[in-house]
């Protein structure tokens, strides 16, 4: 087995901010055919650590994106951003494209409806907003800050909104709750706060995994409703749903003669 010089070693660029990103960087980082980076895009104020080298930021579209592959010799790419993040996906479809750089999608399937969920997908806020209806009712709301901003628009509602970080400004309506929380979330945490809070809408993503689901099947057993937005198309990357199948694919693409440091 040969082990590499650093500037022998292959160069992995992970576009992350997702569960996926990171465990896949953490199956990488033993490695010592590899040196692998992880690309975040700076949105959280303090993200979890990684256990590779992290540069933050975008890239300035395809073209910086591109550069930034030809200028580091990046001899794969790996998106594993999340499913709701389609603009840094296509850009890593067309800059793999321009620049030869083998690339591959690591996504997680959407959840499925089964017997008791009783899911309405939306298009986007504005389509949640209205399918809340004029009564007031008590919205759990697990979204991002741009798309919570739009619910000031049924300012009847009570909110009870949770998000990684503050939501700066805090949603211009009269009654609303926030929780500052990161997942995982366990079903019981969750039933438990549904209750506490009267919860009778619950508005999310479909963003599969089990890191939210809890949400979801304490929904379902306590009958609740759910504004489920809709995911965006699927970009033409070829896509891979588990950590592992990303790595074979890895393997496959840079071939595995290296020592792995496993
Ligand atoms: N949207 C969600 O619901 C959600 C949920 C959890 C985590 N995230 C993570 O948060 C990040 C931003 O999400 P978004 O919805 O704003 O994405 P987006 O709309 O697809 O991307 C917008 C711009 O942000 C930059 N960007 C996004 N991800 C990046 C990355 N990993 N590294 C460097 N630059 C990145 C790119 O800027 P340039 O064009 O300048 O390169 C991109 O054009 C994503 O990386 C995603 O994995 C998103």
Not at 57 to 66: K, P, R, T, Y
């Amino acid at each position: 087995m040969v082990r590499l010089a650093d500037d022998m070693k292959r160069h992995i660029l992970i576009l992350g901010g997702t569960t996926e990103g990171r465990l896949l960087a953490e199956h990488l980082a033993a490695r010592t055919d590899l040196a692998v980076t992880m690309s975040l895009a700076g949105r959280t104020a303090s993200p979890l650590a990684q256990p590779v080298p992290v540069r933050r930021g975008g890239f300035g579209g395809v073209a910086g994106l591109s550069q930034y592959l030809r200028d580091h010799e990046v001899k794969a790419l790996i998106d594993a951003t999340h499913p709701y993040a389609p603009t840094i996906s296509a850009h890593a479809g067309s800059a793999a494209l321009q620049t030869s750089t083998p690339t591959i999608a690591l996504r997680r399937p959407p959840w499925r409806a089964v017997a008791g969920d009783q899911w309405t997908e939306v298009l986007d806020a504005d389509e949640a907003v209205r399918a809340l209806g004029a009564p007031p009712r008590n919205v759990f709301l697990t979204l991002g800050r741009q798309e919570i901003a739009r619910f000031a628009l049924a300012p009847q509602h009570r909110y009870l909104i949770r998000s990684v970080d503050a939501v700066e400004p805090p949603l211009a309506v009269p009654h609303a709750v926030y929780i500052e929380h990161r997942g995982p979330f366990e079903e019981k945490q969750e039933r438990a706060l549904l209750l506490a809070h009267a919860i009778d809408v619950v508005v999310a993503k479909n963003s599969g995994g089990s890191a939210t689901f809890g949400k979801i099947a304490a929904a379902r057993e306590l009958g609740i409703p759910v504004l489920l937005f809709r995911r965006p198309p699927v970009s033409a990357n070829r896509g891979v749903a588990t950590v592992n199948e990303a790595i074979a694919w890895l393997d496959h693409v840079i071939g595995a003669e290296f020592d792995r440091g496993v």
